[in-house]
């Protein structure tokens, strides 16, 4: 049927084809027709509403039948009848922040026309932003620390650790070989060290380390120790730390060095210290791990005189501060892929040479800051990947032809919140979400529901936005099957979900991908954490081994023997194979047994018994030391011993060790080990 209008005031219909006439069940009666020609305009007009209104009734009746829950899931599933989703509007009594929006588009390119000379403005900005940052960094990162004597001899070198180093320590359990040999010199030696800021919390161990009796895990590992006013020995400025213990985290504790900025401090060997009582520390680090018995080793602080200090505090707050402030004219003035781009790749090196930095880089050895570069650009290539595929599936949506003023108040602010992970959620009571790991960590539930809450009104929230928009229905579909795979991968036999920041960041930003001020609000701090993660950790596998969740932690070797005490053979004590332990591993190489007394290895051996007395009259030190501790402690000292598989041929294979079972000596009282390793 064809209708043509005419252009004249009084419209007429008309039509070579006709309407042939049908019964009510469409079937046709002949050759007669009806042609439009023999009805008015007003009369085609009623005829087609009636039968629109027909189909209107006929919906309406149809969707009267339905219950509520199913015309509330239809309408869920199938969203608003006229979706909207525009960006953020201020109200018109608020014009002056109309006019801070508006001046990117309007003012700024209509004062700098050319595309060219707006570019060559960014290019010059962004070179004087690189020259201040690498001013910054300089000093701290490549230019080597050395501590001047004031009377003109040669300069010496300042140790650079990082928040969780040893000094002269070597690790755990029989790291240090027997009788700590490995781990000298205990006396008349001193170190320059130089710690980066932060350690207050980065001095924290994440794996159970055992301390005489019990496990420290989740506090700082500082052992004894704390601040010293003394006017015996003014140069003195803390008691002495096991030697075991983090230096760097030790300063902070007792406050030598800030956990603001870093700094340099002198470490001065003490030898062996009958007890190490804890201490409250400076900063809020809470008090230092207690123990109660001797140890070969310790150090304690220094005061710093007769001589300068270079290239010691740490720049991570000023280089942060520098491109937050150096970010925001780009991330306002110019189109929002420049400023994605350039504040994203500022932001992943601001990390990596900065404010979290994955290598403990020394400047004396310029090959340690090559490979933090290498690693850096190793991460950067994949990541920039990422970050474009963020940007097309989310970023693009919500920050192109949006709110200048938005980006700046919304976005950037949690843009900088995500990238500074380390200091903001990383604070929070929570390692990872594992059953063990939340029992041991005081507050972790608490924060754990909390964090949950947050993340659940902001799904909510913008999942509401999506709906708004017309497109639940295809990011459902999407977070199903997101969640199906999650699933998938959790039920993997001998393997462990986990959820990385970059994981957890790539998985909710797409459902972002509106122009509303939620979206504004949750994409930035999202996309801060994809950087902050892969930065640090690199891409880290979505699924791990439990071998790879201990970390290092006692589990994963060979099972200890059982152990018992006999007070009446030389206080000997002695230890047995379970029934289903072989005596010699698969490998051949674990066929002895190692002893670490105070947590310190000595004796390794194929002997099922060793007699403490017999330990005492092989081993000089070791009786120097009991003695001078049975002196201090009014008569007695308690003794803590561990045993593990060893190998007799090496020094560093061994199993895990026992629990610490306490003896009273000389008394002979025995509490004997607590089930489980360490």
Known sequence: MGVHFDDNANTTWEAADTIPLSDSEGHRHGTESIRLQDFSNADVESMLENEEGENNRSEWLLLKRKNPIQKF?????????????????????????????????????????????????????????????????????????????????EKIPILSLSCNSYLNWEGTNNDCGLNAQNCGPFYDKEYFIRCPALCDRGGWTYSAIAVGNRRVKYTGYEIGGGALFSEEDPMAVSYPYRSDSFPCASAVHAGVISPFYGGCTKVSMQGAQNSFPSRKGMYNTGFSVAFSSFFPGSYSFRDIQNGILSGCYDPRAAVVVLNILFGLPIFYLYDSIYGYWINTIVGYWTLVLSLDPPLLTDAHDPASVYELFSVGFQRLLPLCFVLYVVWKSAVKR???????????????????????????????????????????????????????????????????????????????????????????????????????????????????????????????????????????????????????????????????????????????????????????????????????????????????????????????????????????????????????????????????????????WPDGIWQKPEPGVS
């Open 398 to 664: 919500t920050l192109e032809n949006g709110s200048p003023l938005a980006k700046v108040i919304l976005w950037y602010p949690t843009f900088w919140l995500g990238i500074s992970n380390n200091v903001t959620f990383d604070r929070l009571p929570v390692d990872r979400l594992t059953a063990e790991d939340l029992k041991q960590q005081a507050g972790a539930l608490t924060a754990v529901g909390s964090i949950a809450a947050t993340i659940l009104t902001c799904a909510i929230v913008q999942a509401y936005s999506l709906w708004k928009s017309g497109r639940f229905k295809k990011f459902f579909k999407i977070y199903i099957c997101f969640i199906g795979g999650l699933v998938a991968l959790g039920s993997l036999p001998g393997l462990n979900l986990r959820i990385h920041h970059y994981i957890l960041g790539s998985i909710l930003v797409p459902g972002c991908a509106t122009r509303g001020s939620s979206a504004y609000l949750f994409q930035g701090i999202l996309v801060g954490l994809i950087l902050s993660g892969v930065a640090r950790w690199d891409f880290a596998s979505i699924v791990e081994t439990d071998t790879a969740l201990l970390r290092g932690e006692a589990g994963a070797s060979l099972k200890p023997p059982i152990v018992e005490f006999n007070r009446n053979q030389n206080h000997s004590l002695s230890w047995h194979l379970n029934a289903t332990d072989p005596v010699i591993d698969q490998t051949g190489n674990i066929d002895g047994f190692s002893l670490l007394l105070n947590d310190v290895e000595v004796y390794v051996g194929k002997n099922d018994t060793v007699s403490i007395d017999t330990l005492r009259m092989e081993n000089p030190e070791l009786t120097r030391m009991m003695n001078d501790a049975l002196d201090a402690s009014n008569g007695t000292i308690d003794l803590y011993l561990r045993v593990a598989r060893a190998s007799v041929r090496s020094s560093t294979n061994r199993g895990d060790y026992t629990n610490a079972g306490v003896l009273q």
């Open 73 to 153: 899931i239809e309408r869920v599933w199938n969203g608003p009848v006229e979706p909207s989703d525009e960006p953020p509007k201020f109200p018109n009594r608020w014009n002056w922040l109309k006019k801070i929006d508006d001046f990117p588009r309007t003012s700024f390119k209509y004062k700098v026309p050319s595309n060219f000379v707006r570019l060559l403005l960014l290019i010059a900005y962004f070179c004087f932003w690189m020259r201040i940052f690498y001013f910054l960094i300089y000093p701290y990162l490549i230019k080597p620390p050395y501590f001047h004597p004031n009377d003109g001899s």
